[in-house]
């Protein structure tokens, strides 16, 4: 039988280790079918794998936690996968730290419901986890899979989860995941996190959330298209940030005399999402589409905060907007230094674009702004300002 199952080198693998070599335990957290069991299973193959979702090992494990992790004490490691689901692991994990501290690396816990284990991990794990966010895939991590998809606007359209991307190799649809994936996610998944989200309201506002892609947060509009209240709709976007599928992505302010536009931006991080939401099933459908802007917006942005993530773990994003209307897509924060970053679906190269892009670099004094589109090539446009073709930077940071 054929072996439709295609594997990835993961990008954050090395970062992995080395949290591994600092953490007696690491905590991988993620969207769920984002692969962190590949990833986790991948980089420490000789570790024992637990699938606490498997009736038989949380029945294990649910009368007995500590004794069963010290019973595998003699293994290389263990990973656990879906930790969330038993809360009294976590206190068993402590105390079998505590036991043998000097072990670094021995215990991968993996997670979907961050609210759940970011809470475990911070009474009874603090100062003995380092926590990894695993994102869906980069492009430049799709050329490494067999066969490796060359055609960037293929991720694009179905998204950056593995087995959505994959969907066309079986001879299915990147929707049908999509719909299967969201069912089990608002019918399950909220239920194990004990969120109290009414699924019909969920889906609506994810709707709501595609047409809105890339604009700023209006929570008392959407409460009012929903007939329900602000504080239940912001509750709802919490959720789904908590979950992965929503990007609040922050301004950045600075005192510079003007009138700075305060509120966050919300994207729904994935664009196979955000399509199959719109009813978006292939590219020409795409190509004609109003959200073809704010879709490649939300692609280029999230393949380089994947990337920037690995790069430079402790970077923060932002985006910059004054009230006149300059405005930057994203604003990398690192190391003491602010880089600009705008995107555009077609060649982005006029003077005016790049006077705009000066004034934002003194504004906000970015030590250099980026053009990304869909052209090709690279080319200075001013002192500091530079267009870049996507197809050419997929392993580019500023």
Do not use: C
């Amino acid at each position: 039988m054929l072996n439709l199952l295609v594997m990835y080198t993961r990008l954050v693998a090395t970062r992995l280790k080395h949290l591994a070599q600092q953490f007696p335990a690491v905590l991988i957290l993620g969207a769920r079918q984002v692969g962190k069991t590949t990833l986790a299973r991948q980089t420490f193959a000789d570790f024992t794998y637990l699938d606490l979702e498997d009736p038989g090992t949380y029945g294990l494990f649910a009368e007995d936690p500590r004794f069963q992790l010290d019973a595998r004490s003699n293994a290389d490691g263990l990973i656990l996968d879906e930790a969330q689901r038993m809360p009294a692991l976590f206190d068993a994990l402590r105390g079998a730290i505590d036991a043998d501290h000097k072990r670094m690396g021995r215990f991968i816990i993996l997670g979907s419901s961050q609210p759940t284990l970011v809470r475990h991990v911070a009474e009874s794990l603090a100062g003995r986890v380092g926590i990894l966010e695993l994102s869906a895939l980069t492009v430049q991590e799709t050329s490494t899979g067999e066969p490796a998809l060359t055609d960037y606007r293929h991720n694009w359209l179905a998204g950056g989860f593995p087995d959505a991307l994959g969907a066309a190799q079986r001879a299915g649809s990147f929707r049908d995941w999509w719909e299967a994936y969201l069912r089990t996610y608002v019918e399950r998944d909220l239920p194990v996190m004990g969120v109290g989200a009414d699924p019909i309201q969920m889906r609506r506002l994810l709707t709501m959330l595609a047409h809105a892609q890339g604009g700023l947060s209006n929570l008392s509009q959407f409460a009012a298209a929903l007939g329900t209240s602000q504080p239940t709709v912001a509750r709802y976007v919490d959720i789904l940030e908590q979950s992965f599928l929503v990007r609040r992505l922050p301004p950045y302010f600075r005192n510079v005399g003007k009138r700075l536009v305060k509120a966050p931006k919300l994207y729904l991080r994935d664009t196979g999402l955000l399509h199959h939401l719109l009813n978006i099933d292939a590219q020409e459908v795409l190509d004609s589409h109003p959200v073809r802007g704010a879709s490649w917006e939300t692609f280029v942005m999230e393949d380089i905060l994947r990337r920037e993530a690995v790069a430079y773990p402790h970077s923060v994003a932002h985006f910059w907007r004054t009230a006149a209307g300059a405005e930057a897509d994203l604003l990398l924060e690192r190391q003491g230094a602010l880089h600009a970053i705008e995107i555009k679906t077609s060649r982005a190269s006029s003077p005016y674009l790049a006077r705009g892009l000066r004034a934002i670099m003194e504004d906000t004094t970015a030590a250099s702004a980026t053009i990304i589109d869909q052209g090709p090539g690279i080319e200075p446009l001013a002192p500091g300002v530079t267009r870049r073709g996507f197809a050419g930077s997929m392993t580019w940071l500023p």
